[in-house]
């Protein structure tokens, strides 16, 4: 298992040195760079790749530690190597009509990646580069510091706890004056926002929680979107969503923009529906608007009342054992594989491994870590092991999850076959001949969506009916599914809107940098949101989504549409019919990154990919 690290790691590692000097050493002009950089790229991605496998899920803490040296080496290497001038000046040399599509492909992709690192820009300028891309870093860490550090509690009595559940307020004794803490952690604040009844009560959690990051935050922004901007226009980009939108499929700032407005606008007329139902309801309680403290509250208990779905009824069908099988069957019809089970070395004995036969010929190896234990990652995620080439090496791919071993809840069967998307997509892709192209390394705001729709089947009744069982081999009843999917649906069009609020703000304050930062949310929260924004309340100094995803928000959203599209081509009553899956999988999955995702889906489509199948979704 250490022996991964020491060959996959630090001696591919040490590879990717050697190949950059042989790159550097090459002549100018001489076609055989581009190969070298193929090369480069992969001893890269082996060292990366098993580094952050093993940091995230390795028992030994030595060994993490190990691992973690490694990913920082090799983020390092892959900056340096981004500001490389000779490296550069090698690869611009080539004649890019004398190469075949894929090596044109990879060409262009390599040149764009060295320019936005501005390599090609006179020193004063790279120097530039160079510092604003640090003091973006640590900026952006202090943004999340402030958030994660910021924790704050709300002092309620212990009579606000009523709704919620018995679990919830065991783990919140009350203390000597009757009264309770809530803090801002999710575990927290989000059951109670949902379930407490207290209006006021949860009127002050949501103040707390909607000012987090607020006042430290707000200059820590006001820096992070000067210096965005300042970085995307010292390489001459109009402002920061241009630069950033450029190697995404959106393509452009201003598409963002319309995107926006366009799923807005779809989700109008249905989102006021919504709001409608939870205004009715909330009447009921004397409660005039749906605001941050109300909005959770009334989507479930709408959920509860008009779909009455009893989760410990629905866990019964979910036995572990059952899932895991029933979604390798499902998968392996789907998809035309097969699934044999191996003893590979792994890193621990809950992991099992499976070789992947595609008419009958190896395609790849998936291990699946999915049941929590100390110090593992503890989100779900799918991870490369080994990145698939051509000729070279299998893919090797990597479920990380957190499943109970027993009953689960169908939340749980959905994140399951969502991951499992993502595993797919790494196999199928994995037999390309550029490493920049493997697996699932197509656009940012693409790469969900194949995992988007996988989920469709887990939503399936005649699906489910294959593996659902429950201890005396009943399977799901159809009525029952059908509920579960009425709940899971109301007040979709009403979060298609908030999430376009959030959207548009991580768009506009990005463009903008307004001077009035909450004013400016503000209006957004009209334009946007359903929901009534809080009084001085201060949301973006705790929007996390601010760092990672910058003017980004809007991908989630964008992959979905593309989902629900891919989807329209199957024909519900028949998930499986093999000639829209052959054709899914050849055409949209297997070839990875080696083209643009919207040629991948027009090809699919036999048309260029639209939001109807969308809005059709939105106003059912
Ligand atoms: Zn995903």
Sequence with gaps: MTDWLEERGTERLKAAGDLVAALRDAPLGDPTALELWNDVSLALADASSVASLLAAVHPDPDVVARAERIEIETSGFATDLHLDREVFDRLSALDPDALDDGGRRVLTDALRTFRRSGVDRDEETREQVRELDQQ?????????????????????????????????????????????????????????????????????????????????????????????????????????????????????????????????????????????????????????????????????????????????????????????????????????????????????????????????????????????????????????????????????????????????????????????????????????????????????????????????????????????????????????????????????????RTQMFYAALSYYFHLERPADLAARMLELYDAYSLVRPLPDTHFYAGFGHLEGYSSGYYTYMWSLVIAKDLFSAFDPAALFAPEVATRYRDAVLAPGGSADAADLVADFLGRPYDTRAFEAWLGR
Excluded at 358 to 386: C, M, W
Aim: with cysteine; aromatic share 10%; net charge negative.
């Design 136 to 496: 973006l870093t640590e900026l952006g860490q202090r943004f999340s510091r402030v958030i994660r550090e910021g924790r704050r509690t709300t002092r309620v009595t212990a009579e606000a706890l009523a709704g919620l559940p018995a679990d919830f307020v065991e783990a919140h004794p009350a203390d000597a004056d009757g009264y309770v803490e809530i803090s801002t952690d999710y575990p927290d604040t989000h059951p109670f926002l949902a379930y407490a009844h207290d209006r006021d009560a949860r009127l002050a959690v949501a103040r707390t929680f909607y000012d987090l990051g607020h006042p430290d935050n707000d200059e820590v922004l006001r820096e992070l979107l000067d210096l965005r901007h300042r970085r995307a226009r010292l390489l001459d980009y109009e402002d920061w969503p241009s630069f950033d939108a450029e190697v995404k499929m959106i393509g452009s700032g201003p598409a963002i923009a319309e995107f926006v407005d366009r799923i807005s606008d779809a989700a109008a007329d249905a989102g006021r529906r919504d709001l409608g139902v939870l205004l009715e309801r909330a009447a009921q309680d004397g409660v005039e608007e749906i605001d941050l403290a109300s909005s959770r509250y009334y989507l479930e208990a709408v959920k509860r009342e008009h779909h009455g779905v009893d989760a410990q009824q629905v866990r019964r069908y979910f036995a572990f054992d059952r899932v895991h099988d029933g979604l390798l069957a499902v998968t392996a019809r789907l998809f035309g594989v097969t699934y044999e089970r191996v003893e590979a070395p792994v890193w621990h004995e809950d992991v099992t491994s499976f070789d992947v036969l595609l008419d009958g010929e190896p395609l790849g190896r998936i291990h699946l870590d999915l049941h929590p234990r100390a110090s593992k990652y503890n989100h779900a995620a799918q991870f490369t092991l080994v990145p698939g080439v051509r000729g070279r090496q299998l893919p090797e791919g990597v479920l990380v999850c957190n499943f109970p071993r027993g009953l689960m809840e169908h939340r749980d069967v959905v994140t399951l076959f969502h991951e499992f998307g993502h595993l797919m997509h790494h196999t199928l892709a994995g037999r390309q001949d550029w490493v920049r192209f493997s697996g699932v390394s197509t656009e940012w705001d693409f790469v969900e969506a194949p995992s988007q729709m996988l989920e469709e089947w887990a939503w399936d009744a005649d699906v489910l009916r294959t593996f659902a069982t429950d201890a005396e081999g009943e399977p799901i009843p159809a009525d029952l599914v059908a509920r579960m999917r009425e709940a899971e649906e109301f007040g979709k069009a009403f979060l298609v």
